[in-house]
Structures are given as structure tokens and as C-alpha cells.
């Protein structure tokens, strides 16, 4: 029985404990992915068809895990995803995770639909950081975000293209949930048995979305869902003169987040992105949708020399990282692997997953016979036929 | 649990499965032998991925296509079903009005408890009828004059029903029709008194397209096993089925063709289309399943005849899927059953509006407008 951070060693571990922690429909929006979650599973599951083979007898004792994408130099070959509502998860939300994105200098990903604003955020924490932006039907907000962000001297924005509408989250159906939460009579028996979780939600300052509030009533008076807001505040029509409009307005460090395909990678190094993350949404939106990690070769193939391929999504362990690496990703990221722990247990949750993941790389690195992440080469791996 | 939270399969399975006595349930619900191309029908979807395109522009998807020369809203429609009254009372009507609906095809089985008359009567949307080939062929004579004098669009004929399937679940309930209570299936009835006071208190049970020339199926409890294998003759050939198309001399379908050298003979014999099916997993354990047989008799016949996958399909990506691999619509049976047992023809445009919804809004995360853009490029097989 998993009760306490001390007892969390790995991402399964911070699950339970979230589970414990949460309410059940947050628990479910984070946990919970589209239709049958086939995609979501195949993300992780991908990892297991391909094997390392390590090389011994090399001298490997100083490792060194950092690598440099979007012309910023990390710590870690790794970073954590842009998500939204982290305040739900644990009343000080992107505070907690940024801090420690902060400690362990790799980047911080922060959603369009985050609780805490991008002025307070880069005033906290001077590392990289990454703005998420949502392509809005309404300009005046899409300006307001650009410019914010600028302002707040962030390192890179990435566009978000998998949300096009959406996805059939059917936990979130069942479970009724809205942000700010609703209480529903099916609900309540829920928030009722994790009193704490209540309290601070409502203790410890108002929900807001800072990024978006001027210009909207969703998601702040109103209860909305998640799917909701995609489907009637997100303009359809984006198209890829929309994003390279975007892309020469910000002037920086410019990625699309959620490319699949190789001639949509290379249409992405045409209109001036810098990187792209490969990616499904963590299986949220197309279910049935191929995994990450099977279509990275085919896409570092074809545009690897141009522009930074970052793995996203499924991400469990360290050696799933050295499989993306190998295969030819500049760096991964994940949502879960650090949501769960920042429901854990804040700040110090956050960097528990964060220590863990570290020190699992660096093992394995070792193991490999590897002391840099260049040393990582398609050499090491075998898929099995 | 009630209509309004049931968003997949499992959903409408479960409501049915509350609703009905268990010989009914089991009877929809049952594959053959072992099950296991039962299972695989959908199972095989899983093996290979979708890859969307991005920023492609979508605006509003047109999901509409042309099937057996009718135009219909969506690339999916109900498969024949036997004899619907003993999943709702209003049987294959409620079935009938609700394709209509949602503008696309309803199937009439040759074991339907309403006649052919009837159904033309209340629907004017888009209908197939299901044919069989009865020992008596002045039965399947019959069948074709009735269905194209009551103005049917399109017909097909099962060719995988030589012989009765195996459905052990049916041994073991004591399925037969019209329902006969044992002592074993009797709790289960007892449990579930408004299913059977609506069958006891609606129209007769009868098999009504051939009541006429026989009494099977109407008098005396007859097993569906007994039935189909008393019936339908074993001995039906390339000439017979050729006889019907010529006969029918309208939009043709084989249903339940497997191998590419079958596809090609129901060209050369005059079919517009085939439905790749083995009847649901209900007759041969072992069969291979459809979506993995689409992909190569869409290349060796896809530009002669319409290529329906019928059988497995659960999700609108399952549809999208068996579009990409070269099927022009897909048709379900269960899925569809277990909607109209748990609501009847609110059930069945429950069901209708969420597949709608489904493949709508996956056309749109894909980045397709229309259903001709989803081709082989749009999915990866796993090695
Ligand atoms: C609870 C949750 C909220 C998310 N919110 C956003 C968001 O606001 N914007 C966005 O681009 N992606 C969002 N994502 C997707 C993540 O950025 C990322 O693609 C995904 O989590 C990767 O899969 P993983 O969780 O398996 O690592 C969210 C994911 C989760 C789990
Ligand atoms: C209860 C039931 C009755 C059926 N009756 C018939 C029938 O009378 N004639 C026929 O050609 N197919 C019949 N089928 C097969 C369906 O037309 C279809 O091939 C099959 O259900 C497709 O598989 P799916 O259930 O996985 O969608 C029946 C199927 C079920 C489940």
C-alpha cells in the first residue's frame, strides 16, 4: 500500500498515491485518455518492442545527461510537457512544478490553459520555458497570449495541432467533469471521501485562467468541459499559413506540437519551426492514432538535420528515454510522468519523479556503456520482428 | 444505467444484457465454437495505427458516399439481423425508421418478423434485403418478386450459412424460437417481466417473409440451428447465386465472400458489391477476420465492385480504419442489436448519432474533409 511520497519509486507508484489524493473525475481527466485508450496503452507498450544492447568495459563513471535543444542547454534529455489546470491537481499547481523544473534545470512547458500566469511564472524561475499556445477563433486573445508571453521573455512557443476538435474522453462523460469542478450528486460522494483536496482547493486562492479570462467566460464562470473549449473556442480553420504566420510573429524558438506524419514534419521545417513534438495528446484525442515513438525514426530520418525532434508522450521509465534518444530525438517529455507526483505531492512530489527519472538515466547510461547522449546511436538498438 | 450513458459498445451491451432474458442476450451476443474470430474481428483494428495530417484546413467534413447506388449520409449501416422482435417489440420497425434517420441503409433478414410489405410501408429511406437460399425455391422466388415490387434498393445474399454455426452458448441457454422456457432459462425470463409482457402482448412471433410456405419457425419451437440447417440448402452453387443476381437484376451483394479468388468470381457473375463478413464470428471459429482480408481484395477487385466490411466494427476509427485499407462503408450487426434491445429505436439512433459523431470528429483530427482522402497513406501496419 502506497501512502506516503516516501513510498513512490517509480511512475506507477505517484499513480496510486494520485489516486488516493484525488478526487475521482480529476483523477480520471489526468489518468483517462480517448474511446478505448488503445493509442494511450500503445504509447508505452511501443517501448517494449524494441531492445537495447549495451557495450561494456568503457569507463562510465561521470554521465553526463544534458543536451541542447531550442538552442537552450538542459540538464536533463527530458522535460515536462505544457498541461493544463494544474491547480486542480495540487493547490499550487504550476508554482510546484515549475520550482522544480527550476532545481533541475530542464525546461517547463505552460498551457494556454494554465492557473498560474506566464508574468508570475517567469518572475518565479529564470530556466527555460516553453508557452503552449491555442490557436483561438477570437485574434484579440491569440495577440494577447503572444505577446504576453513575449513580454515574460519565454524561450520557445509551441504551437498545439492535435486538438483540432475534442477527443471521446469517456472517462470524463462518466465522471462529469468540468473545470472549475462541478459538483454533481455522482461527483460528490467522491470529493466528500478526500476532504483535503477540498479544503485547499478552496482555501488557497481563487481558480482562474490568467491567460484567457479577459476574453472568455468559459472555464471560469461557466462550467465547461475540456472538450467543450476545443470544440467551440478553438478556430477550426487553422491551417499552415495560420502557423507560419504565428511562427514569424513570435520571432523565437517556434515548435508544432502533435506532428505525426513525415510530410507534415517536413512542412514544419519549411514554414520556420525550429522543433517539433511528436506526438498524440497522450492518446487523448485520435485513439487508434499510431504511437510516438513508432513513427520518430521515420520523421528523424527525414527532418532530423533540420529541426529538434522531441519524443512526447508514454514515457514511464528512463530506458524508454534512452530508446527515443538512440532512435534519433533530441529530448522527450511527458505530462504524466510528472502529473501524477505534482497530485502526490507538490513541489516536493514533482521533484521526487524528477530525482527518480534522473537517477534511472544515469544508471542506465551506465549500463549502456554511455557517458553523453550522443554516445546514443541506432548501434544500440534491435527491434524484435 | 439508462440510454442517455451509454457511449460505446460496452455501454449498449450492458443495458441489453440487463433488459433481456439470457437466452436472448447470450443468443446476440455468442460466436461460434471458441469464439476466437469472434474476438479477432476487432481486435485486428489494433494492429496498425492511423497517422493524421495536421493544419490541413478541415472546416466540415463530408461524411456522405454512395452505396448500391444511393447516396447516404455516412459510410455505415445496419447489417441483417434475425428475426428483432425478440430484441424489442417493435422489432425491425424500430430498426428501419431509425436508419432512415440518419439517411443510410437499414438490412432486412430473410428471418425477419415483419414482412417486406410492412417495412416499405412505414420506411422510404434506403433498404437492403438479405436473401437466402431455401431448399424451396419457389421460397427464394417469392422473396426477390416481394422485395422488388416493395421497392428495395439493393439485395444480398449470405453465403457463409450452408450449415448452422456452432454457438455453444445457445446449447447451453436452450435458445430457440419462438422463446421455449426451461426450467434454466425460467429465472432468467422471471427477472426481466417487462421484456416478456411486450412479447407476450405484441404482435405475434412469427417468421413473417415466410410464413406462408413454411411453418418452421412459427408453430413448434425450432432451435435457429435446426431451422437454418433444415431450410437453406447445402447445396447452393456459383449457378444459384448467379440465378439471384440475374433474377434481382438490381445492386448485388455477396455477404460473407473471404478469399480474393471468391471476389473475382462475384464479379464475373454480375455483383456490384460484396460484404466481407464471416457472419460475425457466429459460423467458422478460425476464419480469418474482415479488416484483415480488406486490404487485398480491394486490390485485386476494389475498381469492379463496392467493398463493405461488415463484422467487428465498434468505433467510428474502426470505420475510418477499414475505409483507409480500401472498403467503400462497414456494417454492424451486434452493435447495433444491443442498442435496439436497450431503447428500441431510440436505441438504435442513440447508437446512429454517436458512431456519426465519432467518425465526424476523428475526420477532423485526421485531417480529412472527405471520405475519398482516407487511403493507404493514412495508415501504418506494426511489423
Ligand atoms: C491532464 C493533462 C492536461 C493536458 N493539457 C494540455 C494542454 O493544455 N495543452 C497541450 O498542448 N497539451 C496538453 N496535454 C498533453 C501533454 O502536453 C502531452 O502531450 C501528453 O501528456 C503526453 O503524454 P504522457 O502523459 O503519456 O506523457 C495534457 C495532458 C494531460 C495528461
Ligand atoms: C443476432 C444476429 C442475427 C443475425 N442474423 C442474420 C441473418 O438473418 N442473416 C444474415 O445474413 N446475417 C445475420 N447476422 C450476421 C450479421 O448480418 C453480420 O454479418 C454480423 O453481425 C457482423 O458482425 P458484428 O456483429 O460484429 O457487427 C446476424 C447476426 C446476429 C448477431
Same mark, same amino acid.
Given at each position: 500500500?502506497?501512502?506516503?511520497?516516501?513510498?513512490?519509486?517509480?511512475?506507477?507508484?505517484?499513480?496510486?498515491? @494520485?489516486?488516493?489524493?484525488?478526487?475521482?473525475?480529476?483523477?480520471?481527466?489526468?489518468?483517462?485518455?480517448?474511446?478505448?485508450?488503445?493509442?494511450?496503452?500503445?504509447?508505452?507498450?511501443?517501448?517494449?518492442?524494441?531492445?537495447?544492447?549495451?557495450?561494456?568495459?568503457?569507463?562510465?563513471?561521470?554521465?553526463?545527461?544534458?543536451?541542447?535543444?531550442?538552442?537552450?542547454?538542459?540538464?536533463?534529455?527530458?522535460?515536462?510537457?505544457?498541461?493544463?489546470?494544474?491547480?486542480?491537481?495540487?493547490?499550487?499547481?504550476?508554482?510546484?512544478?515549475?520550482?522544480?523544473?527550476?532545481?533541475?534545470?530542464?525546461?517547463?512547458?505552460?498551457?494556454?490553459?494554465?492557473?498560474?500566469?506566464?508574468?508570475?511564472?517567469?518572475?518565479?524561475?529564470?530556466?527555460?520555458?516553453?508557452?503552449?499556445?491555442?490557436?483561438?477563433?477570437?485574434?484579440?486573445?491569440?495577440?494577447?497570449?503572444?505577446?504576453? @508571453?513575449?513580454?515574460?521573455?519565454?524561450?520557445?512557443?509551441?504551437?498545439?495541432?492535435?486538438?483540432?476538435?475534442?477527443?471521446?474522453?469517456?472517462?470524463?462523460?462518466?465522471?462529469?467533469?468540468?473545470?472549475?469542478?462541478?459538483?454533481?450528486?455522482?461527483?460528490?460522494?467522491?470529493?466528500?471521501?478526500?476532504?483535503?483536496?477540498?479544503?485547499?482547493?478552496?482555501?488557497?486562492?481563487?481558480?482562474?485562467?490568467?491567460?484567457?479570462?479577459?476574453?472568455?467566460?468559459?472555464?471560469?464562470?461557466?462550467?465547461?468541459?475540456?472538450?467543450?473549449?476545443?470544440?467551440?473556442?478553438?478556430?477550426?480553420?487553422?491551417?499552415?499559413?495560420? @502557423?507560419?504566420?504565428?511562427?514569424?510573429?513570435?520571432?523565437?524558438?517556434? @515548435?508544432?506540437?502533435?506532428?505525426?506524419?513525415?510530410?507534415?514534419?517536413?512542412?514544419?521545417?519549411?514554414?520556420?519551426?525550429?522543433?517539433?513534438?511528436?506526438?498524440?495528446?497522450?492518446?487523448?484525442?485520435?485513439?487508434?492514432?499510431?504511437?510516438?515513438?513508432?513513427?520518430?525514426?521515420?520523421?528523424?530520418?527525414?527532418?532530423?538535420?533540420?529541426?529538434?525532434?522531441?519524443?512526447?508522450?508514454?514515457?514511464?521509465?528512463?530506458?524508454?528515454?534512452?530508446?527515443?534518444?538512440?532512435?534519433?530525438?533530441?529530448?522527450?517529455?511527458?505530462?504524466?510522468?510528472?502529473?501524477?507526483?505534482?497530485?502526490?505531492?507538490?513541489?516536493?512530489?514533482?521533484?521526487?519523479?524528477?530525482?527518480?527519472?534522473?537517477?534511472?538515466?544515469?544508471?542506465?547510461?551506465?549500463?549502456?556503456?554511455?557517458?553523453?547522449?550522443?554516445?546514443?546511436?541506432?548501434?544500440?538498438?534491435?527491434?524484435?520482428? | 444505467?439508462?440510454?442517455?450513458?451509454?457511449?460505446?459498445?460496452?455501454?449498449?451491451?450492458?443495458? &441489453?444484457?440487463?433488459?433481456?432474458?439470457?437466452?436472448?442476450?447470450?443468443?446476440?451476443?455468442?460466436?461460434?465454437?471458441?469464439?476466437?474470430?469472434?474476438?479477432?474481428?476487432?481486435?485486428?483494428?489494433?494492429?496498425?495505427?492511423?497517422?493524421?495530417?495536421?493544419?490541413?484546413?478541415?472546416?466540415?467534413?463530408?461524411?456522405?458516399?454512395?452505396?448500391?447506388?444511393?447516396?447516404?449520409?455516412?459510410? $455505415?449501416?445496419?447489417?441483417?439481423?434475425?428475426?428483432?422482435?425478440?430484441?424489442?417489440?417493435?422489432?425491425?420497425?424500430?430498426?428501419?425508421? &431509425?436508419?432512415?434517420?440518419?439517411?443510410?441503409?437499414?438490412? +432486412?433478414?430473410?428471418?425477419?418478423?415483419?414482412?417486406?410489405?410492412?417495412?416499405?410501408? $412505414?420506411?422510404?429511406?434506403?433498404?437492403?434485403?438479405?436473401?437466402?437460399?431455401?431448399?424451396?425455391?419457389?421460397?427464394?422466388?417469392?422473396?426477390?418478386?416481394?422485395?422488388?415490387?416493395?421497392?428495395?434498393?439493393? +439485395?444480398?445474399?449470405?453465403?457463409?450459412?450452408?450449415?448452422?454455426?456452432?454457438?455453444?452458448?445457445?446449447?447451453?441457454?436452450?435458445?430457440?424460437?419462438?422463446?421455449?422456457?426451461?426450467?434454466?432459462?425460467? +429465472?432468467?425470463?422471471?427477472?426481466?417481466?417487462?421484456?416478456?409482457?411486450?412479447?407476450?402482448?405484441?404482435?405475434?412471433?412469427?417468421?413473417?417473409?415466410?410464413?406462408?410456405?413454411?411453418?418452421?419457425?412459427?408453430?413448434?419451437?425450432?432451435?435457429?440451428?435446426?431451422?437454418?440447417?433444415?431450410?437453406?440448402?447445402?447445396? +447452393?452453387?456459383?449457378?444459384?447465386?448467379?440465378?439471384?443476381?440475374?433474377?434481382?437484376?438490381?445492386?448485388?451483394?455477396?455477404?460473407?465472400?473471404?478469399?480474393?479468388?471468391?471476389?473475382?468470381?462475384?464479379?464475373?457473375?454480375?455483383?456490384?458489391?460484396?460484404?466481407?463478413?464471416?457472419?460475425?464470428?457466429?459460423?467458422?471459429?478460425?476464419?480469418?477476420?474482415?479488416?484483415?482480408?480488406?486490404?487485398?481484395?480491394?486490390?485485386?477487385?476494389?475498381?469492379?465492385?463496392?467493398?463493405?466490411?461488415?463484422?467487428? $466494427?465498434?468505433?467510428?476509427?474502426?470505420?475510418?480504419?477499414?475505409?483507409?485499407?480500401?472498403?467503400?462503408?462497414?456494417?454492424?450487426?451486434?452493435?447495433?442489436?444491443?442498442?435496439?434491445?436497450?431503447?428500441?429505436?431510440?436505441?438504435?439512433?442513440?447508437?446512429?448519432?454517436?458512431?456519426?459523431?465519432?467518425?465526424?470528429?476523428?475526420?477532423?483530427?485526421?485531417?480529412?474533409?472527405?471520405?475519398?482522402?482516407?487511403?493507404?497513406?493514412?495508415?501504418?501496419?506494426?511489423?
Amino acid at each position: 500500500m502506497i501512502l506516503r511520497l516516501k513510498d513512490c519509486h517509480n511512475f506507477a507508484d505517484f499513480r496510486k498515491l @494520485a489516486k488516493l489524493k484525488l478526487p475521482s473525475p480529476i483523477f480520471h481527466y489526468i489518468d483517462g485518455a480517448a474511446d478505448d485508450e488503445i493509442t494511450y496503452a500503445r504509447n508505452t507498450s511501443a517501448f517494449d518492442d524494441v531492445d537495447l544492447v549495451p557495450n561494456v568495459l568503457r569507463g562510465v563513471e561521470d554521465v553526463d545527461l544534458s543536451t541542447t535543444i531550442f538552442g537552450k542547454k538542459l540538464d536533463l534529455p527530458f522535460y515536462l510537457s505544457p498541461t493544463a489546470l494544474q491547480r486542480l491537481f495540487h493547490y499550487d499547481g504550476e508554482r510546484a512544478v515549475g520550482k522544480a523544473a527550476k532545481k533541475f534545470n530542464t525546461m517547463f512547458g505552460v498551457s494556454a490553459l494554465a492557473t498560474v500566469s506566464v508574468e508570475e511564472i517567469s518572475s518565479m524561475i529564470d530556466t527555460p520555458k516553453m508557452f503552449q499556445f491555442y490557436f483561438h477563433k477570437d485574434r484579440g486573445l491569440n495577440d494577447s497570449c503572444l505577446e504576453r @508571453a513575449k513580454a515574460a521573455k519565454f524561450d520557445v512557443m509551441a504551437l498545439t495541432v492535435d486538438t483540432i476538435t475534442g477527443g471521446n474522453r469517456e472517462r470524463d462523460l462518466r465522471t462529469g467533469f468540468t473545470s472549475p469542478p462541478k459538483l454533481t450528486l455522482a461527483s460528490l460522494f467522491s470529493f466528500a471521501t478526500k476532504p483535503m483536496w477540498g479544503i485547499n482547493y478552496l482555501t488557497k486562492g481563487k481558480f482562474e485562467l490568467p491567460h484567457l479570462q479577459d476574453f472568455v467566460k468559459e472555464g471560469t464562470d461557466v462550467n465547461s468541459s475540456i472538450g467543450n473549449y476545443f470544440s467551440t473556442m478553438l478556430d477550426q480553420s487553422m491551417n499552415w499559413k495560420d @502557423a507560419e504566420n504565428l511562427c514569424s510573429k513570435w520571432g523565437g524558438h517556434f @515548435a508544432l506540437k502533435g506532428v505525426m506524419s513525415v510530410e507534415d514534419a517536413k512542412r514544419a521545417a519549411d514554414i520556420g519551426c525550429t522543433g517539433i513534438m511528436v506526438s498524440n495528446h497522450g492518446g487523448r484525442q485520435l485513439d487508434g492514432s499510431r504511437a510516438p515513438f513508432d513513427q520518430l525514426a521515420e520523421i528523424v530520418d527525414a527532418v532530423g538535420d533540420k529541426l529538434d525532434v522531441i519524443c512526447e508522450g508514454g514515457i514511464h521509465r528512463g530506458t524508454h528515454m534512452l530508446k527515443a534518444l538512440s532512435l534519433g530525438a533530441k529530448a522527450c517529455s511527458g505530462g504524466r510522468l510528472y502529473l501524477y507526483a505534482l497530485a502526490a505531492g507538490g513541489q516536493a512530489g514533482v521533484e521526487r519523479a524528477l530525482e527518480k527519472y534522473k537517477a534511472e538515466l544515469v544508471r542506465d547510461m551506465k549500463l549502456m556503456g554511455c557517458t553523453k547522449i550522443s554516445d546514443l546511436s541506432r548501434n544500440n538498438l534491435r527491434f524484435r520482428t | 444505467m439508462s440510454l442517455k450513458n451509454c457511449y460505446n459498445f460496452k455501454d449498449f451491451r450492458n443495458l &441489453a444484457k440487463k433488459k433481456l432474458p439470457s437466452p436472448i442476450f447470450h443468443y446476440i451476443d455468442g460466436g461460434s465454437d471458441d469464439e476466437a474470430t469472434l474476438r479477432r474481428n476487432t481486435e485486428s483494428f489494433n494492429e496498425c495505427d492511423l497517422v493524421p495530417n495536421v493544419l490541413a484546413n478541415v472546416g466540415k467534413p463530408d461524411l456522405t458516399t454512395t452505396l448500391f447506388g444511393r447516396k447516404i449520409d455516412m459510410p $455505415i449501416f445496419l447489417s441483417p439481423a434475425a428475426m428483432q422482435r425478440l430484441y424489442h417489440v417493435d422489432g425491425d420497425k424500430a430498426s428501419a425508421r &431509425a436508419a432512415e434517420k440518419f439517411g443510410t441503409f437499414y438490412s +432486412m433478414s430473410s428471418m425477419s418478423n415483419n414482412s417486406i410489405e410492412e417495412i416499405a410501408n $412505414i420506411s422510404g429511406g434506403p433498404k437492403l434485403f438479405q436473401l437466402y437460399v431455401h431448399k424451396d425455391k419457389s421460397i427464394t422466388d417469392d422473396l426477390i418478386d416481394r422485395s422488388r415490387r416493395s421497392g428495395f434498393d439493393a +439485395m444480398c445474399l449470405t453465403v457463409d450459412t450452408l450449415v448452422a454455426g456452432n454457438r455453444e452458448k445457445d446449447h447451453k441457454t436452450g435458445f430457440t424460437t419462438p422463446p421455449k422456457l426451461t426450467l434454466k432459462s425460467l +429465472m432468467s425470463f422471471a427477472m426481466r417481466p417487462n421484456w416478456v409482457f411486450n412479447y407476450l402482448t405484441g404482435k405475434k412471433f412469427e417468421l413473417s417473409n415466410v410464413k406462408k410456405k413454411t411453418d418452421k419457425g412459427t408453430n413448434i419451437a425450432k432451435s435457429v440451428i435446426e431451422y437454418i440447417n433444415e431450410q437453406y440448402d447445402p447445396l +447452393m452453387g456459383w449457378k444459384d447465386a448467379e440465378y439471384c443476381a440475374k433474377k434481382w437484376n438490381g445492386p448485388f451483394a455477396l455477404k460473407g465472400v473471404m478469399s480474393v479468388e471468391d471476389a473475382k468470381k462475384a464479379v464475373d457473375i454480375g455483383c456490384t458489391a460484396i460484404m466481407i463478413s464471416n457472419h460475425g464470428g457466429r459460423q467458422l471459429d478460425g476464419s480469418r477476420s474482415p479488416f484483415d482480408q480488406v486490404k487485398a481484395i480491394s486490390d485485386a477487385v476494389g475498381d469492379k465492385l463496392e467493398i463493405i466490411l461488415d463484422g467487428g $466494427i465498434r468505433r467510428g476509427t474502426h470505420v475510418l480504419k477499414a475505409l483507409a485499407a480500401g472498403a467503400k462503408a462497414c456494417s454492424f450487426g451486434k452493435m447495433f442489436l444491443f442498442s435496439l434491445a436497450a431503447g428500441g429505436q431510440q436505441g438504435v439512433e442513440h447508437l446512429l448519432k454517436n458512431m456519426h459523431d465519432e467518425i465526424y470528429r476523428n475526420m477532423v483530427l485526421m485531417g480529412c474533409k472527405s471520405l475519398k482522402e482516407l487511403n493507404s497513406s493514412k495508415l501504418i501496419y506494426r511489423k
